[in-house]
């Protein structure tokens, strides 16, 4: 979903991002005083080389960043409304999927859609990462998170349709921004341990909400949701998520400067 057709969602129910609204610190025990404030988390790429240990050496929450100001107060989406929106939250993007007479995508349908029928590579356009050497969609180039060698051409988001689509025709599955899908996380390997290869399903569906709170997060109540896709911050030397298979566990409350979504339509 681009900017323009999220701003035409806005524009016809009057929709405030979770971005855009301040946190309840009732939801949060223990949060300052002065994180009370609307605001998303930005990247902001480090001047010199660093570890890749530690993500708070590249990530910042800054207040007042949202869809409308992508990189926080002073920015915009002027000139942008054919690159994705971001800063959105799973709620957000349920609800938009309803207006349009939607729905978000499982993630069994969406790596489906993203392989557009090569099942079983590599990537979702083969077993080549960089055929004659060219990016095929939009990510780090470079040693993440200090150099970025552009070779793709794009710093943080692109326009749709700017790389080639997959074979069902389908822009951006990978690269570009990570993207929200309907189901809450779980752990594939437990899965895979506890079921017999007969009875893995065809057409899975995820998991509970409770299992997907993070057990490194002792008194999370939010869950957390299967993003996919990757986005223009997975790099080579790093996460390596612009992969069809890959996924990540975000949390719903949590919204960033590189998440997205697209939407699914039932035939």
Request: glycine share 12%; net charge neutral; with cysteine.
């Amino acid at each position: 979903v681009t900017n323009g057709q999220f701003a035409a969602f806005v524009a016809a129910t009057g929709h405030r991002t979770l971005a855009e609204i301040a946190p309840d610190p009732a939801d949060y025990p223990g949060m300052p005083a002065d994180m009370a404030q609307a605001g998303s988390l930005v990247f902001d790429k480090p001047e010199g080389p660093v570890g890749t240990a530690d993500p708070y050496g590249w990530w910042r929450f800054a207040f007042g960043a949202d869809w409308r100001h992508p990189l926080g107060p002073g920015s915009s989406i002027e000139g942008l409304d054919n690159h994705p929106v971001v800063h959105i939250g799973h709620a957000d993007a349920q609800l938009y999927a309803q207006w349009a007479g939607k729905r978000l995508p499982t993630e069994a349908e969406w790596e489906r859609a993203a392989r557009g029928g090569l099942d079983g590579t590599a990537y979702a356009w083969g077993d080549t990462f960089e055929p004659g050497g060219a990016p095929q969609a939009n990510y780090w180039q470079g040693s993440f998170p200090w150099l970025n060698l552009l070779t793709d051409g794009y710093e943080r988001t692109s326009p749709v349709g700017t790389f080639a689509p997959n074979r069902f025709g389908l822009h951006d599955m990978i690269g570009n921004v990570w993207e929200w899908t309907a189901d809450w996380y779980g752990e594939r390997q437990r899965a895979a341990r506890k079921a017999k290869a007969c009875c893995v399903p065809r057409n899975p569906r995820g998991g509970t909400k409770a299992d997907s709170l993070d057990p490194l997060a002792p008194g999370e109540t939010m869950g957390r949701r299967v993003l996919k896709g990757g986005s223009y911050l997975c790099a080579a030397n790093y996460c390596q998520r612009y992969r069809p298979a890959a996924r990540y566990p975000q949390s719903v409350d949590t919204t960033t400067c590189h998440v997205g979504f697209r939407c699914a339509r039932d035939a």
